[in-house]
């Protein structure tokens, strides 16, 4: 029960607030006395005196300093358990115990092998550094400073987030914790230097390197360069999904599971009449050899940042380089794919066609 003096209808009252047969209710007075008279009066109720009575002294301590809790929030005590989330506490479970739960539940559902085979690694890496600790007491912190003492960059920091942030959404989900540390994560900064791609020369040598050393990875490394198919949506892709004018990446190929048309530009017609392996086989092997040979430096989806840099360069779109990217907006185009290049350059890059290697 509260008893305030307040101004009701332009008069000063005295408003008691109080709960009756677990209804709330207000009384206004006109006077202190009034009011403290039916607050007693309400006291004196058996039922609520009886509740009282009725509970341990460790009870009464509990709720008394609910009360106050709930007062100091300016809330009522009920209120405040209504506001609570309903659920059943757990006992505490190590990291390492849920972790093994999380990746054999896996197994169950649709997700690509590629895809399990990161997740089971990441985690496995938190349940070596943290693993016996309780998974609710895990913080943004814990994270942050494995991050920092794996030395990992703005980027690879993104991916294992990807990776580990589903598993503790299901851990909530489960009632193994409270929240996901991973949406409060501080990120490093990103980093400020463009994308590694390859000069119109060294794309010419990457390929006439491949054409004389190893001819069946040219559909590999020309659908990366002059199409912008991500890698692991490439290892997935058979001749069948080349049409006429366009790459079909079906839902169950693409990165994002939905399907798309990547337009195929002349030069790139011409490398694909070459035929080739599609889907390549021993992929590292083979491109390792190719690349060393080359005598180039190969970096990350340096196909796809060449691409997405000389295509805007050519097209002067970055609307249009997005979509044959399977980007919903140019936004990440900017933020992690383009590097500045000429449009003269622009035009060199989609003048390399295998002719030039041919002397026809």
């Excluded at 814990?142 to 942030?165: C, M, N, P, Y």
């Excluded at 989900?173 to 791609?197: L, Q, W």
């Excluded at 390549?280 to 970096?299: E, F, H, P, Y």
């Excluded at 936004?331 to 035009?347: N, P, S």
């Amino acid at each position: 029960m509260q008893l305030r003096k307040v101004i009701n209808h332009g008069n000063s009252r005295w408003r008691v607030s109080a709960y009756v047969k677990g209804q709330r209710s207000q009384r206004f007075f006109a006077n202190k006395c009034s009011a403290l008279e039916w607050m007693q009066a309400l006291k004196a109720d058996p039922s609520l005196v009886g509740f009282w009575s009725n509970r341990t002294t460790s009870e009464q301590r509990d709720i008394i300093a609910a009360f106050e809790v709930a007062k100091q929030r300016d809330l009522s005590l009920l209120r405040v358990v209504l506001q609570t989330k309903h659920g059943t506490a757990t006992a505490p479970r190590p990291l390492r115990e849920i972790v093994s739960i999380y990746l054999a539940s896996l197994k169950t559902r649709a997700f690509r092998k590629n895809t399990i085979k990161q997740a089971r690694s990441n985690l496995n890496q938190l349940a070596s550094k943290y693993g016996a600790l309780d998974t609710n007491t895990i913080t943004p912190t814990h994270l942050e400073q494995w991050f920092a003492q794996r030395k990992w960059t703005r980027s690879t920091i993104d991916g294992v987030i990807a990776k580990i942030g589903p598993f503790f959404t299901w851990c909530v989900r489960e009632g193994y914790c409270e929240n996901n540390p991973c949406a409060a994560v501080k990120r490093p900064r990103s980093d400020d230097s463009p994308p590694t791609i390859f000069t119109p020369l060294e794309t010419k040598t990457l390929l006439l390197t491949a054409l004389k050393a190893d001819p069946g990875m040219i559909p590999y490394l020309a659908i990366g360069l002059f199409a912008g198919v991500r890698p692991l949506e490439i290892e997935r892709l058979t001749w069948a999904d080349v049409l006429e004018q366009y790459i079909e990446i079906t839902a169950a190929k693409a990165k994002t599971r939905k399907r798309r048309l990547v337009s195929l530009s002349d030069n790139l017609k011409q490398w694909l009449s070459l035929g080739g392996d599609l889907p390549l086989t021993n992929k590292r092997k083979r491109l390792g050899r190719v690349v060393q040979i080359a005598g180039l430096n190969w970096q990350p989806d340096i196909m796809r940042h060449s691409f997405a840099s000389y295509h805007l360069a050519m097209h002067t779109s970055a609307d249009k380089t997005a979509l044959e990217l399977g980007h919903r907006a140019s936004k990440m185009l900017f933020a992690h794919y383009r590097e500045l290049v000429t449009q003269e350059a622009g035009q060199s890059y989609w003048d390399i066609r295998p002719k030039a290697y041919n002397g026809s």
